[in-house]
């Protein structure tokens, strides 16, 4: 298990690496389409090993290597095209862990 917090939003692992979300969603940094006041499961959202909240974003890295990054998305700080939507990002290959 695991929490991470954001700014106005938080996401969980549970015990079979489910992330859920909960909270403010006005920059898709919950993965989904809607706010969320209780803890609900994020779709479409592999199984999940970590999970690192920014002011706005979210970044997780899944059970067979990913990383996955959503959410605000101004300046490249998810490491993807300029879009706030869930896409795998584009990261160094020496990068062992996001803490």
């Known amino acids: 298990h695991f929490i991470a917090a954001g700014g ?3 996401m969980a ?3 079979n690496g489910k992330l859920w979300g909960w909270g403010l969603n ?3 940094q ?3 389409d809607s706010e ?3 803890p609900r499961m ?3 959202i592999p199984q999940v090993q970590q999970v690192a909240c920014g002011g706005n974003f979210t970044i997780a890295t899944t059970v067979d290597g990913k990383y ?3 959410g605000h998305n101004a300046v490249g700080q998810i490491g993807t095209p300029m879009t706030n939507e869930l896409r795998e ?3 160094p290959d020496n990068i062992v862990k996001i803490s």
């Open 8 to 10: 106005s939003f938080n």
């Open 13 to 15: 692992i549970d015990e």
């Open 26 to 28: 006005s920059l898709n």
């Open 30 to 32: 919950l993965g989904g």
């Open 36 to 38: 969320n006041r209780k």
């Open 42 to 44: 994020i779709p479409n």
């Open 68 to 70: 996955l990054g959503w």
């Open 89 to 91: 990002m584009l990261v």
